[in-house]
């Protein structure tokens, strides 16, 4: 990933300028193997996650299964069958995407914007500054939606799992409910369980359209930041064009995980 912005500063600032025919392709080769370990690398990673997130995801149910099996009756007498099944099949993926997107992409997108950092650092201080501009805005941002949005967040998967526990009990009571013709009352109550769900829905979705445009923004803001002093730089003789470049590259590589971080904290809600 990170052999990209070197090859690109290479091919800018020597090869191009002093005619180097006779490494373009061998610049061109350093390229193409470095992004053919990295597709390499992320079949293995996704290969390796596939089997972690199945073998978690059955530990998981049989787990919980076994909890429920040895509960009291008493337990079961104050909850409905539906809810029950509920919790079954939607605790165990939400805490799969906990744990998947949590720590296997949290962790891999903080690995990345520290290395790219690193190598950013290295490459040119005063650049990298700049672009960090933006990166306590980012966190901030990223604070406040999740302070913001976590008791919506609770809400909402409440209120689907009181949405399903009663689309369950009608179909499993439906002799019941039909016997004492009570078709009416029960769609009533559906419906307004399902219409609670549907406004927190909306309020989260709210939150999210502002959020996401606004984390964008800020982010852009770096980049543009880079451009117009990068540009000023370079005119003033203080940066090559082929530094430039590899800064602009380097750049979407330290904004590409914050995005996906965004994502994980919009998930993890």
């Given at each position: 990933m990170f052999v990209f912005p070197g090859?690109?500063?290479?091919?800018?600032?020597d090869i191009i300028p002093n005619g180097k025919a006779d490494l373009v392709?061998?610049?061109?080769?350093?390229?193409?193997?470095?992004?053919a370990a990295r597709e390499f690398l992320f079949y293995l990673r996704t290969r390796v996650n596939s089997i972690f997130e199945q073998r978690m995801i059955y530990d998981l149910r049989a787990r919980l299964h076994r909890k429920i099996a040895r509960l009291g009756l008493?337990?079961?007498?104050?909850?409905?069958?539906?809810d029950v099944?509920?919790?079954?099949?939607?605790?165990v993926p939400a805490t799969q995407r906990v744990v998947l997107e949590g720590i296997e992409q949290g962790v891999t997108a903080i690995l990345q914007i520290a290395i790219t950092t690193v190598v950013m650092f290295l490459t040119n201080v005063p650049l990298t500054w700049l672009i960090l501009l933006p990166t306590p805005l980012l966190a901030a941002g990223g604070w406040i939606y999740s302070r913001l949005l976590a008791p919506r967040a609770k809400r909402s998967r409440e209120a689907s799992a009181e949405m399903n526990a009663m689309l369950f009990d009608t179909i499993a009571g439906i002799r019941q409910i039909k016997s004492y013709t009570y078709e009416d009352g029960?769609?009533?109550?559906?419906d307004a369980t399902s219409r609670g769900f549907r406004a927190v829905q909306q309020r989260m979705m709210a939150a999210a359209a502002v959020y996401g445009p606004l984390m964008s923004f800020l982010g852009s803001t770096g980049l543009v930041i880079l451009l117009a002093v990068g540009a000023a730089w370079c005119v003033e003789g203080r940066l090559t064009l082929g530094e430039l470049m590899k800064f602009i590259l380097l750049t979407g590589f330290l904004y590409e995980p914050i995005t996906r971080l965004h994502g994980v904290n919009q998930n993890l809600v």
């Open positions: 090859v690109m500063q290479w091919f800018i600032d392709w061998q610049a061109a080769g350093l390229a193409l193997s470095a992004y008493a337990w079961f007498d104050q909850r409905s069958s539906g099944l509920t919790r079954m099949a939607e605790d029960q769609q009533d109550r559906f």
